[in-house]
T-cell receptor
Framework: GEDVEQSLFLSVREGDSSVINCTYT??????LYWYKQEPGAGLQLLTY?????DMKQDQRLTVLLNKKDKHLSLRIADTQTGDSAIYFCAESNTDKLIFGTGTRLQVFP | DGGITQSPKYLFRKEGQNVTLSCEQN?????MYWYRQDPGQGLRLIYY???????QKGDIAEGYSVSREKKESFPLTVTSAQKNPTAFYLC???????????FGDGTRLSIL
């Protein structure tokens, strides 16, 4: 069945770049998403990429998609303490989203 | 401002009791969803609705029920048949299915 995998933790220094990785299994995925969740809150849609794109940039965020390897990454430039959160990757090709387990990003001074 | 409102933020349930979680959206979205989130895990889909008066089971529908009588409202009832209801519940909506989903702030349900 469909599966989305992410590493559990990432720790970076403030000002450095963060790269959060995600792999998925469904080659027919139409959209791939990145969501951010702060403690006790809902999920905030950060960005998404259509499956026929390789890259999408939005201010400090860059999404890279390697369809051949079914690999998605989110790069956050100039990471700030406010970026500390859990980041979820999700895929969809049907009416449902399939979420990864989330990567907890910790930013230290 | 348009958005999704979930209430209450915190909810406590006694053994054998049904409780209903509210989800309202003013985004004029056709599709609405309910997810369950357990600590350290991703989101799992409980129910979803693509249009008024219609809904489908997700991956973990047992012990839950929903209704979709109005476009803007999609309440979730956690029944006494749900033996492990303690979790964070998230409601989402999208303009139509397969479009990006937008989330409410969640309801945390605990057992007394």
């Amino acid at each position: 069945g469909e599966d989305v995998e992410q590493s559990l933790f990432l720790s970076v220094r403030e000002g450095d770049s963060s790269v959060i990785n995600c792999t998925y299994t469904d080659s027919s995925s139409t959209y791939l998403y990145w969501y951010k969740q702060e403690p006790g809150a809902g999920l905030q849609l950060l960005t998404y990429i259509f499956s026929n794109m390789d890259m999408k940039q939005d201010q400090r965020l860059t999404v890279l998609l390697n369809k051949k390897d079914k690999h998605l990454s989110l790069r956050i430039a100039d990471t700030q303490t406010g970026d500390s959160a859990i980041y979820f990757c999700a895929e969809s090709n049907t009416d449902k989203l399939i979420f990864g387990t989330g990567t907890r990003l910790q930013v230290f001074p | 401002d348009g958005g999704i409102t979930q209430s209450p933020k915190y909810l406590f349930r006694k053994e054998g009791q049904n409780v209903t979680l509210s989800c309202e959206q003013n985004l004029n979205h056709d599709a609405m969803y309910w997810y369950r989130q357990d600590p350290g895990q991703g989101l799992r889909l409980i129910y979803y609705s693509q249009i008024v008066n219609d809904f489908q089971k997700g991956d973990i529908a047992e012990g839950y029920s929903v209704s979709r009588e109005k476009k803007e409202s999609f309440p979730l009832t956690v029944t006494s048949a749900q033996k492990n209801p303690t979790a964070f519940y998230l409601c989402a909506s999208s303009s139509v299915s397969r479009q990006p989903q937008h989330f409410g702030d969640g309801t945390r349900l605990s057992i007394l």
